[in-house]
């Protein structure tokens, strides 16, 4: 299969990580539909770690614990297929879960085949309990053939956390999408964190496979055990999802959609930013921090001829984003300049050619969608 744009859907692990069961993922499937999220994009709906029994069967195959899901995997997949979703589950490449449970380790190719028959459309791959003797690269890539072998579409999410440098080797796997970074969590400063971890890593994000920041926390509002009430603001949640979108990664919603706030199901879905997000060429960004590393500029080639243009500031004080044109190659004599539309306001910029800055409150952004003019 072809994975064209980076993924987008939900994870159930920000929000109810050991808490999950079917009725979950049944009612966060209807909300993916009712509020217009599926219509923006948001198609996989995925069960993170803690959906089976510590024990496998008497054949060896996975068993899903009959108390969290009593309809069984199949029945649950069908459903969330009904809908016109698509259906994820969570293993992992070591000897067992992160949460202790049997994991795929030497039991790849029958674990694949195990999803294949429960409909299974998307796995997210964990690292936990990988043993250190064992090349971690070579079972990522054991992995991807057995998905491979099912004969079905099945996303490969890999998600080792970064390790053994990731990105110059998981391509090569087959995988979908890489998770680079330690666990995301509701606060400003772990998405600060996880973005300034790709300032030299940008570049290996493409088509086909893509660098997978973690999961949203947009609109979490401390709910869950890793939620922290009151930790992020909604300039937070904003700044958040623009990172994401000019980094081209994989948006899977963490939060519980089920009560989700009109203002993030409106962010989560801001078209400027998913089209962004999503463009057909995944660019890296160029990262400019001329400034301060605290207010940095990302400019970002779209196809069409078009490009995206962020300032952020990621000071807990008042500052000012700013641009300089010729810090990418602008310079006032070229005969070019840029005209550009502000995508949560819709302030639009024209001419510009030299120096630009705007004052910026704490962790807010702008983004601009913009083309050249003679
Ligand atoms: C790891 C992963 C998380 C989540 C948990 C589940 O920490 O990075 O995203 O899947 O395991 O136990």
Redesign the pocket.
Known sequence: MVMSTPPMGW?S??TF?FHINETIIRETAEAIVSKGLKDAGYEYVVI???WSLKERDKDGRLVANPELFPSGMKALSDYVHSLGLKFGM?S?AGLR???GFPASFDREFLDAQTFADWGVDYL?Y???FFPHNAVGRNYYNRMSMALKATGRDIVFSA?N?GADEVEKWIRSTGAHLY?ST???FESFSSVKDIATSQWSKEKYSAPGCYDDL??LICGMDGQGDLGHPNACSDTDYKTHFALWCMMGSPLMLGNDVRVMRPEMVELVTNKDLLRIDADAECRNPIILTTNSELTPTYFKHLSNNEFALAMFNFSDDAGNGDFRPWEIGLTRNAGFSLDMREVFTGEELHGVNDFIWTPLAPHDCKVFIGKYTV
Request: aromatic share 20%; hydrophobic share 25%.
């Open positions: 994870n692990w920000n990580n993170d770690d803690w969570y992992c879960t992160c949460g997210k964990d690292f936990c998600c956390w998770r330690g666990d995301i973690d999961m």
